[in-house]
């Protein structure tokens, strides 16, 4: 039951966090957006996953970064953060680093899912 429980207290953070990339990057328009934002979802896919999310990442952040810099608007879309929390969820992959790295990158997490929602809601504002 325990291990039930821990689960769905992964998971279903996992899945909001994942719903709010995949309407990040749809948010980009077409020509800086490099794929759909639905492909987000091959995150859940095992020992593939958590190297596509980290692809995902970066190149979600660089067509932000572009989408900011044609509309003008300040800010470097988060990109510092993204990076970091990819650098910290590698680093949680091997042995004892993984003991000092995993809290950070937890927090680094939480602060780049609400930096990816904020993006989303000025793209769509400049959009309206």
Not at 22 to 29: G, K, L, R, V, W
Request: proline residues 5%.
């Amino acid at each position: 039951m325990t291990l039930v429980m821990l689960a769905a207290a992964i998971l279903v953070p996992a899945i909001f966090y994942y719903l709010t990339l995949h309407q990040t990057m749809n948010a980009i328009e077409g020509g800086n957006r490099p794929f759909p934002g639905g492909l987000i979802w091959l995150a859940f896919v095992p020992f593939l996953g958590t190297i596509w999310y980290m692809v995902y990442a970066i190149l979600r952040s660089s067509a932000l970064k572009k989408a900011f810099a044609r509309r003008q608007l300040p800010g470097d879309a988060a990109m510092g953060i993204t990076v970091a929390t990819v650098v910290l969820i590698a680093l949680c992959m091997g042995p004892y680093l993984n003991l000092l790295s995993i809290i950070p990158a937890i927090v680094l997490w939480i602060i780049h899912c609400v930096k990816m929602a904020n993006c989303k809601r000025v793209l769509a504002m400049c959009r309206a």
